[in-house]
């Protein structure tokens, strides 16, 4: 009897997996972002210590590009360095992600000075220690755009309806194939039922016509 193919031999069904170990996650955060955002909008939101941000000018490149999306890590800000790499709020509110320059102290206080590794001068304000919001450790090329368009109300929606709709076609496509093998399945199972029905019923016949040949070629008795 043929047997249907298994789940996880359908190139459907690991579309569905995989689009949905992408998006999943990727909506899962930014609604955590979002709801953070809005708790709380002085703060910048951050994910287990981590603070995901979208970069949206090149005056980092070529280490760190526009559209990407770079991961910090919260820091002790008196313990940065020459060099590296931190992302902090500017004079507008703004974050900004440049290296750190030199370190300077005045008035008893501590400031970092600031440029971006594109950039031909160095930031004209000092950054401040309460202004840092975490070191840079990492980049993923490309996604800061995509997870830009993501962050739109609408486009989460229309994840959350596109991903609802594709668990619904596939369960039905799946249903509709678990259907029609057990159709088959049934339809076999009928056909071998007849035929033994029908062999036994030949079988029948066979014996009665050779019970019924014995009766006739029996010699009978004279009076």
């Known amino acids: 009897m043929k047997m249907g193919k298994k789940w996880y031999q359908s190139v459907s069904n690991w579309i569905v997996i995989i689009a949905c170990v992408i998006l999943i996650p990727i909506l899962v955060i930014n609604l955590s972002i979002m709801f953070q955002a ?34 910090t890590k919260i820091v002790d800000p008196s313990a940065l360095q020459v060099d590296d790499v931190i992302a902090f709020r500017d004079a507008a509110g703004t974050v900004t992600t440049h290296r750190i320059i030199d370190i300077v102290v005045k008035d008893g206080q501590t400031y970092f000075i600031t440029k971006g590794d594109n950039n031909s001068s160095q930031d004209r304000n000092l950054v401040e220690l309460k202004d840092v919001e975490g070191i840079y450790i990492g980049r993923i090329p490309g996604i800061g755009s995509i997870m830009k368009k993501l962050s739109e109300p609408m486009t989460i929606v229309l994840i959350a309806f596109i991903i609802t709709i594709g668990f619904g076609i596939g369960f039905m496509i799946s249903t509709k194939k678990r259907q029609e093998i057990e159709r088959q399945e049934f339809l076999e199972y009928k056909r071998m039922k007849e035929l033994q029905e029908q062999l036994e019923k030949e079988e029948k016949t ?16 004279k009076a």
């Open 38 to 71: 809005k708790t709380n909008e002085d703060v910048v939101p951050s994910i287990f210590g981590y603070k995901p941000f979208m970069v949206l000018s090149g005056s980092m490149e070529t280490e760190i590009r526009k559209g990407d999306l770079i991961i």
């Open 206 to 221: 066979k014996v009665t016509k050779s019970t019924s040949s014995k009766k006739s070629n029996k010699p009978s008795k």
